[in-house]
Nanobody, 123 residues
Framework: VQLQASGGGLVQAGGSLRLSCAAS????????MGWFRQAPGKEREFVAA????????FYTESVKGRATISRDNAKNMLLLQMSSLKPEDTAVYYC?????????????????WGQGTQVTVSS
């Protein structure tokens, strides 16, 4: 499965962005999917994950209430809607997928990765 992330850009603090991740194959064929991000000089961190059937979602504490993860298995898409953006949200955002059904925040549980899309939030 190949993943292609897009939708990043430069936005002012308080603004919104919608990140998209297109999959080369039917996303129904993979398990949980997620978003991670990596800021300069920092380790990659978990942002949000969603189960294969969209029944369950999980967010890191810092984005709760500001982010919504969703997936459209009919369109082979994973989305991340973020609002009330803060400068500390600045990072390269990666989409990922795993074959397992369980939601996990561990990057090593995800086998497929997109190339990343840059999100920059100015103060």
């Amino acid at each position: 499965v190949q993943l292609q992330a897009s939708g990043g850009g430069l936005v002012q603090a308080g603004g919104s962005l919608r990140l998209s991740c297109a999959a080369s194959e039917r996303t129904i064929s993979v398990g949980a999917m997620g978003w991670f991000r990596q800021a300069p000089g920092k380790e990659r961190e978990f942002v949000a994950a969603i189960s294969w059937n969209t029944d369950s979602t999980f967010y890191t504490e810092s984005v709760k209430g500001r982010a919504t993860i969703s997936r459209d298995n009919a369109k082979n898409m994973l989305l991340l809607q973020m609002s009330s953006l803060k400068p500390e949200d600045t990072a390269v955002y990666y989409c990922a997928a795993r074959t397992g059904l369980r939601i996990t925040r561990n990057s090593y549980d995800y086998y497929y990765w997109g190339q990343g899309t840059q999100v920059t939030v100015s103060s």
